[in-house]
Nanobody
């Protein structure tokens, strides 16, 4: 599956932004999907994930400001970012893992995802 992330851009501190991830020519039925980000000079960081059955996971540093969701048809996965701050500046990637798993666990490590999109740049600056 080919993933395409979009919605990045330049935003001001305090602004909100919604990123979108779609699977070219397909859907996210039977996929776990996650969002990661990589800031300049830093290691990639897990932002949020949603598993095949709809469970979501947001690590503590992201809770409250980032929300992952998907549409009912499972054609897109979204990442809502609120109260943006300059530390959120990064390339945001969506990743997917094909699965038939119905367990509640939400993958959160890079090696748990096989498919990766090219990323969308988010810059938070006044």
């Amino acid at each position: 599956v080919q993933l395409q992330a979009s919605g990045g851009g330049l935003v001001k501190p305090g602004d909100s932004l919604k990123l979108t991830c779609v699977a070219s020519g397909g859907t996210f039925i039977n996929y776990h999907v996650g969002w990661f980000r990589q800031a300049p000079g830093k290691e990639p960081e897990f932002v949020a994930g949603i598993n095949r059955v709809g469970n979501t996971y947001h690590p503590n540093p992201m809770k409250g400001r980032f929300t992952i969701s998907r549409d009912r048809a499972k054609t897109a996965v979204y990442l809502q970012m609120n109260s943006a701050n300059p530390e959120d500046t990064a390339v945001y990637y969506c990743a997917a893992q094909q699965t038939t798993d119905s367990e509640p666990y939400v993958p959160r490590r890079r090696n748990e995802y096989t498919y990766w999109g090219k990323g969308t740049l988010v810059t938070v600056s006044s």
